[in-house]
């Protein structure tokens, strides 16, 4: 008898553990914090949030976001490396910051210059291709939940107006911290500034670069455009983003909330989105740069834009080295699929 009052009483002691545990495990609170160098009051801060209210909302609480947006938490190549570490939860960056931050140079094919015609091509070639890059990710401690855009670059410049590759010839422009702007600017004869962007515009403003290739909202919304004097549409590299989740993270969190901070089903829509409402709005603040900022804005005529097509071959003999034969093949017959149809 006493030894089956003892077992209860350890049936019990277990039992109310398990109450205690499950009660624990179901009112834990995940803090998401996301950063990014993206302005805030922007569409990228707009699509973002549809992305992480969507979380908040149906995890009931369990999962509670917050954005860190401006480089509020530093430039782009250190928060993904936090990112990869665990130290911070995720991120919104573009690919060249990823590709340097995790040595993941497959990453950079994107950003070759002239490698896309449209917005829809740039979208089924990435979008075809999500799966590969995504298991490239995760080998780096990274979860990829979705593409995001930037847009076409175009150039800025507080010294002149530039118009074709002979007029980057000796001007220091503000270059990305990646192998494929380094070479997209020496190519072009001009001398490559890697420079983080939150301290782009001190750069620009100090004359430490005599200019840069930005989006045009991006260029309006950091401010860069107010210190140059020309703005000249060269449409010159489709610059693609990710948001990505750190795989450490998504590790301490349970099967059903794992589930919903991936929300494969919802991608697309996501996707779509994020992309539409940032196009629309850089097209609409690429008409009124001039107008609003006294900066000259020059539209490339397709021989201009053929002149710098021609100039920048020589990057991708130095950058299909780096990226490797095999992701530059896979790219290539996306875009030769997509052509065909």
């Given at each position: 008898m006493?030894?089956?009052?003892?077992?209860?009483l350890r049936?019990i002691?277990?039992?109310a553990?398990?109450?205690?545990l499950?009660?624990?495990?179901?009112?834990q609170?995940?803090k998401?914090r996301?950063?990014?160098?993206?302005p805030q009051?922007s569409p990228?801060e707009?699509?973002l949030k549809?992305?992480t209210?969507f979380?908040d909302q149906?995890?009931?609480?369990k999962?509670?976001?917050?954005?860190?947006?401006?480089g509020?938490?530093?430039?782009?190549?250190?928060?993904?490396?936090?990112?990869?570490?665990?130290?911070?939860e995720?991120?919104?960056?573009?690919?060249?910051?990823?590709?340097?931050?995790?040595n993941?140079?497959e990453?950079?094919a994107?950003e070759?210059?002239?490698?896309?015609?449209?917005d829809?091509?740039a979208d089924?070639?990435?979008?075809?291709l999500?799966?590969?890059?995504?298991e490239?990710?995760?080998?780096k401690?990274?979860?990829?939940?979705?593409?995001?855009?930037?847009?076409?670059r175009?150039f800025g410049?507080?010294?002149t107006t530039?118009t074709k590759p002979?007029d980057?010839?000796?001007?220091k422009m503000?270059s990305?911290?990646?192998?494929?702007?380094v070479n997209?600017?020496?190519a072009l004869g001009?001398?490559?500034?890697p420079?983080q962007?939150?301290e782009?515009l001190?750069a620009?403003k100090?004359?430490?670069v005599?200019?840069f290739d930005?989006?045009?909202?991006?260029?309006?919304s950091?401010?860069?455009?107010?210190t140059?004097k020309?703005?000249?549409?060269?449409?010159?590299i489709?610059q693609?983003?990710?948001v990505?989740?750190?795989?450490k993270?998504m590790d301490?969190?349970?099967a059903?909330m794992k589930?919903l901070v991936l929300s494969?089903?919802?991608r697309p829509?996501?996707?779509k989105?994020?992309r539409?409402?940032?196009?629309?709005e850089?097209?609409?603040?690429l008409?009124?740069?001039?107008?609003n900022f006294g900066?000259k804005?020059?539209?490339?005529?397709?021989a201009?834009r053929?002149?710098?097509?021609?100039a920048v071959q020589p990057?991708?003999?130095?950058?299909?080295?780096?990226?490797g034969?095999?992701?530059m093949q896979m790219v290539?017959?996306?875009i030769e699929?997509?052509r065909k149809k």
């Amino acid at each position: 008898m006493k030894n089956l009052h003892l077992c209860l009483l350890r049936f019990i002691v277990i039992f109310a553990h398990c109450q205690l545990l499950i009660a624990y495990c179901s009112a834990q609170e995940y803090k998401l914090r996301l950063g990014s160098v993206v302005p805030q009051d922007s569409p990228w801060e707009k699509s973002l949030k549809e992305y992480t209210s969507f979380v908040d909302q149906k995890s009931g609480g369990k999962i509670k976001t917050r954005m860190y947006l401006g480089g509020q938490l530093g430039g782009e190549v250190e928060m993904v490396k936090s990112v990869a570490l665990g130290t911070l939860e995720a991120g919104a960056f573009s690919n060249a910051a990823i590709a340097e931050a995790l040595n993941i140079p497959e990453l950079q094919a994107f950003e070759l210059p002239f490698l896309f015609n449209s917005d829809e091509e740039a979208d089924a070639v990435m979008d075809a291709l999500f799966n590969y890059y995504s298991e490239i990710l995760a080998k780096k401690g990274v979860i990829l939940i979705q593409w995001g855009t930037n847009g076409w670059r175009n150039f800025g410049c507080k010294k002149t107006t530039i118009t074709k590759p002979a007029d980057m010839k000796g001007l220091k422009m503000r270059s990305q911290e990646a192998d494929v702007y380094v070479n997209l600017y020496k190519a072009l004869g001009a001398t490559p500034v890697p420079i983080q962007t939150p301290e782009v515009l001190v750069a620009l403003k100090t004359g430490m670069v005599d200019g840069f290739d930005q989006t045009p909202i991006f260029s309006v919304s950091t401010g860069w455009v107010t210190t140059v004097k020309s703005y000249s549409v060269t449409r010159h590299i489709y610059q693609p983003g990710a948001v990505i989740v750190s795989k450490k993270f998504m590790d301490k969190l349970p099967a059903d909330m794992k589930s919903l901070v991936l929300s494969p089903d919802k991608r697309p829509e996501f996707t779509k989105k994020s992309r539409s409402v940032v196009r629309t709005e850089d097209s609409e603040v690429l008409s009124t740069i001039e107008t609003n900022f006294g900066t000259k804005v020059i539209h490339l005529t397709d021989a201009q834009r053929a002149e710098f097509i021609k100039a920048v071959q020589p990057v991708y003999a130095v950058m299909e080295k780096i990226i490797g034969v095999k992701t530059m093949q896979m790219v290539r017959q996306e875009i030769e699929k997509y052509r065909k149809k």
